[in-house]
T-cell receptor, first 113, second 113 residues
Framework: DGGITQSPKYLFRKEGQNVTLSCEQN?????MYWYRQDPGQGLRLIYY???????QKGDIAEGYSVSREKKESFPLTVTSAQKNPTAFYLC????????????FGEGSRLTVL | GQNIDQPTEMTATEGAIVQINCTYQ??????LFWYQQHAGEAPTFLSY????GLEEKGRFSSFLSRSKGYSYLLLKELQMKDSASYLC??????????????FGRGTSLIVHP
C-alpha cells in the first residue's frame, strides 16, 4: 500500500541533544513538507522540498535542518539550537504542482525533558 | 504574508448541521483545502476547492467564494465521531512555482448527544 511513514511516533530527548525524525513516502511524490503543530497554533511550516537535492526554509526553520538525498526520504533534525522543541511534528508529501492534496504521516511527538 | 481565520471552537448536537467558516487574505490563490484531524492523529483530506461554488461529498460539503476570500465546510447529520479539529488551508500564488499550503489554526468541533 502506498503511503507516508513517520518514525518514531514518540520521542523523548534531553536538552542539548540533537534528534532526527524520519519521513518516508512511496507515493512517488516530488514535494515533501515538515510542519510543526502546537496547541492553538495550527500547522506551521518548518521546511519544504519540491525536488530531490533541493529544499527551502519555511516560516519557522531556525533550529532545524533537513536533507533530501532521495525522493522517498525527507528527514528532519531538531538541533539543540531549537529553543522550544517540544511539539507534534507532521511530515507531508504531495505532487508539488498546482493541484492535489497533501498526504500526511501519523506524526512524531517530541518531548524535551 | 498570509492570513487565514477560523473560529477556535464550535459545539453542535448529534444529528444537526454545522457550518465552519474560513476567511483568508493571501497573495494570490491556487486552491483551498479542508482537513479533519482527530487529537494526536494525522490530518485527513476532506475537500479541495479551486473554483467558486459548492462541492458536495456525502455528509460533507465545501463552498468557496474567491472574490470574498471565504469558504465554509458544511457537515450534515452530525455524528459523535465528527468531533475533531477542522483545518482550512490555502495555497497562495507563488511566482517561483512553489506549492505551499498555509494552514489556519483549526476549528475544534465538539458534537454532543
Amino acid at each position: 500500500d502506498g503511503g507516508i511513514t513517520q518514525s518514531p511516533k514518540y520521542l523523548f530527548r534531553k536538552e542539548g541533544q540533537n534528534v532526527t525524525l524520519s519521513c518516508e513516502q512511496n507515493l512517488n511524490h516530488d514535494a515533501m513538507y515538515w510542519y510543526r503543530q502546537d496547541p492553538g497554533q495550527g500547522l506551521r511550516l518548518i521546511y519544504y522540498s519540491q525536488i530531490v537535492n533541493d529544499f527551502q526554509k519555511g516560516d519557522i526553520a531556525e533550529g532545524y535542518s533537513v536533507s533530501r538525498e532521495k525522493k522517498e526520504s525527507f528527514p528532519l533534525t531538531v538541533t539543540s539550537a531549537q529553543k522550544n522543541p517540544t511539539a507534534f511534528y507532521l511530515c507531508a508529501s504531495g505532487r508539488g504542482i498546482n493541484t492535489g492534496e497533501l498526504f500526511f504521516g501519523e506524526g512524531s511527538r517530541l518531548t524535551v525533558l | 504574508g498570509q492570513n487565514i481565520d477560523q473560529p477556535t471552537e464550535m459545539t453542535a448536537t448529534e444529528g444537526a448541521i454545522v457550518q465552519i467558516n474560513c476567511t483568508y487574505q493571501t497573495s494570490g490563490f491556487n486552491g483551498l483545502f479542508w482537513y479533519q484531524q482527530h487529537a494526536g492523529e494525522a490530518p485527513t483530506f476532506l475537500s479541495y476547492n479551486v473554483l467558486d461554488g459548492l462541492e458536495e461529498k456525502g455528509r460533507f460539503s465545501s463552498f468557496l467564494s474567491r472574490s470574498k476570500g471565504y469558504s465554509y465546510l458544511l457537515l450534515k447529520e452530525l455524528q459523535m465521531k465528527d468531533s475533531a479539529s477542522y483545518l482550512c488551508a490555502v495555497i497562495p500564488m507563488s511566482g517561483g512555482g512553489s506549492y505551499i499550503p498555509t494552514f489556519g489554526r483549526g476549528t475544534s468541533l465538539i458534537v454532543h448527544p
